[in-house]
């Protein structure tokens, strides 16, 4: 598709107002490569707010729109997150590719009003009890002992051989766990398959697993507490049941460990292939901080999320939406919008993007300067050990991978001078 062509068009199901105007189909492979292109003619062709097309043509919309955004997490009671609140259940079978984002679960996720704050207070809580710069050194541990595996060789994978396991080796420490020894290496490596599961593995056993695992911590923490996450849900006076703690647990180690790993990479292949970068990357630290906000406003980790349900018919930039209906957050969309982006120059060096989403059911306080603290080492602590970094291919030949809800790159194969140890 170019950026003026028309947009494949899709045949409606009678009688559902989300077909009005002819949706479009979210899945397949047609915008993975360079899905701004699928916003920019969704927007010209549907205004803020588009009907779209899910995995096996299942009708939502898809908010475009930074104000529209803005709007749909700022009204909880309007748009609401517990996803039974679906009128399509009816149509979506046990297998359905997406149900392990929409299916519900007794999870922070998914609670809404007094519980939500209940459950969110929790976490934040126990967040703010994590030192930063603490947790600073410790990901300066967790990248020199990765490097070190890879650094004699002269060439790397970073996706799997750093990118992945810094955050999420960082996080089950933050959670209470060593992350060296083979019982966290198990979790970690089923934890990489209930999110992201390649051929021939089976996520939902290793997420059984990983529920175990968690289950397992619990009981020791609640026996013998310590200056770790876990303990601090634990002993918080809003007293949360175990099975509460595990799932919301296992919901920060998820929503911590996916968009942080993806975050570390697009900013790797920026500075590595933009030459505004070029010059300064290695020991630039400005530079490094440019890169990593640059990213959230142009190749943002979680570009599309799923999402609110509408709690009664209403009005979303000139749509008629009805209740039930699913609405996805365009995250990446909102954030190059051209109406707070006229002249087409994102703002780099400012904030407001809506990469951590907006309202209640924010990325909370203050997990996006955790995941600001392990990005910023692991992209640091890398150039700083390996500076005659580059690219192993030409950067035309990076893919990324087939998903129109994380972006991020298939592998970043990378070679350097070997290090001797
Ligand atoms: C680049 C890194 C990250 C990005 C881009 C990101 C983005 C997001 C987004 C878009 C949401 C959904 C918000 C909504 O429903 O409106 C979310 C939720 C959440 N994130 Fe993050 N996140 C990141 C890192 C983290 C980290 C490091 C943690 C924990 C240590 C974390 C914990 C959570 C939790 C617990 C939720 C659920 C909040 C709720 O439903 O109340 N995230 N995040």
Not at 99 to 106: A, D, K, T
């Amino acid at each position: 598709m170019t950026d003026t062509g028309p947009l494949p068009p899709h045949a409606a199901p009678p009688g559902c107002p989300a077909h009005a105007g002819g949706a479009v189909p979210l899945a397949g492979l047609e915008y993975q490569q360079d899905p701004s292109r699928l916003y920019r003619a969704l927007r010209r062709e549907h205004g803020a707010v588009a009907p779209v097309l899910l995995d096996g043509d299942i009708p939502a919309w898809l908010v475009l729109g930074y104000s529209e955004v803005s709007y749909v997490t700022s009204h909880d009671e309007l748009f609401a997150r517990d996803s039974r609140r679906w009128n399509q259940w009816e149509n979506i079978p046990a297998d359905w590719p997406l149900l392990p984002f929409v299916g519900y679960q007794p999870s922070v996720l998914f609670t809404e009003g007094d519980e939500h704050r209940r459950r969110s207070e929790v976490i934040t809580d126990a967040l703010e009890g994590v030192d930063q710069f603490e947790l600073a050194r410790e990901c300066r541990q967790i990248a020199d002992q990765l490097i070190a595996s890879f650094a004699g060789s002269g060439q790397a994978e970073l996706m799997s051989a750093y990118a992945h396991a810094l955050p999420m080796r960082a996080v089950v420490q933050m959670c209470g766990m060593p992350h060296t020894g083979e019982d966290t290496q198990r979790l970690v490596e089923d934890l990489q398959i209930s999110l992201d599961a390649n051929e021939g593995q089976d996520p939902v056993a290793a997420y059984m697993r990983v529920a175990e695992r968690i289950q397992q911590l619990v009981k020791e923490k609640r026996e013998r507490p310590g200056p770790d996450v876990t303990s601090r849900m634990l002993l918080h006076p809003a007293g949360l049941t175990d099975e509460e703690v595990v799932q919301d647990l296992i919901t920060i180690i998820a929503a911590a460990q996916q968009p942080t790993a993806n975050w570390i990479c697009n900013t790797l292949r920026l500075l590595l292939t933009d030459e505004r970068f070029a010059l300064s990357v290695s020991g630039g630290r400005l530079s490094v901080g440019e890169a990593l906000n640059e990213v959230l406003w142009l190749d943002t980790p979680t570009q599309n999320f799923i999402g609110r349900w509408a709690v009664r018919d209403t009005q979303l930039g000139g749509r008629r939406i009805r209740a039930g209906d699913c609405v996805v957050l365009g995250l990446a969309a909102a954030n190059t919008d051209p109406q707070i982006w006229p002249e087409s120059y994102v703002g780099a060096e400012n904030a407001a993007h809506l990469s951590f989403s907006n309202g209640e059911h924010r990325c909370p306080y203050p997990a996006p300067l955790l995941a600001d603290v392990m990005a910023r080492t692991a992209v640091e602590n890398l150039l700083e050990r390996l500076p005659d970094l580059v690219l192993a291919v030409e950067p035309e030949e990076l893919t990324w991978r087939p998903s129109i809800w994380m972006r991020g790159l298939s592998a970043l194969p990378v070679e350097f001078t070997p290090v001797v140890q």
